[in-house]
């Protein structure tokens, strides 16, 4: 299983981007998807995480009513709309999912490339 994220760019601050991360591979079913930021100097964390089922999404609380988490499940691809953008937001966004290779039973939990997205002030 492999993902890729895409939609990172440079906005300025108040501005909007939308991430996405599509998931590929063959006989796979992912439970939990996030995303994660790193900023410079600064450890990974927690952005936003989404069920299979889309029910239960978790924010951080910075981000908590500026951004949103969604999935289609059809397409096993998941995105991020971010609103209202402001220069602490900027940092390499990393797209995460954890599930199970159905055919051989085996747990997995990888992660996307990152896409840089930088917010000017």
């Known amino acids: 299983v492999q993902l890729v994220e895409s939609g990172g760019g440079l906005v300025q601050a108040g501005g909007s981007l939308r991430l996405s991360c599509a998931a590929s591979g063959s006989a796979f079913s992912i439970n939990v998807m996030g995303w994660y930021r790193q900023a410079p100097g600064k450890q990974r964390e927690l952005v936003a995480r989404i069920n299979s089922g889309g029910g239960s999404t978790n924010y951080a609380d910075s981000v908590k009513g500026r951004f949103t988490a969604s999935r289609d499940n059809a397409k096993n691809t998941m995105y991020l709309q971010m609103t209202s953008l402001k220069p602490e937001d900027t940092g390499v966004y990393y797209c995460?999912?954890?599930?199970?290779?159905?055919?051989?039973?085996?747990?997995?939990?990888?992660w996307g490339q990152g896409t840089q997205v930088t917010v000017s002030s």
């Open positions: 995460n999912a954890q599930g199970i290779h159905i055919h051989t039973a085996r747990l997995f939990d990888i």
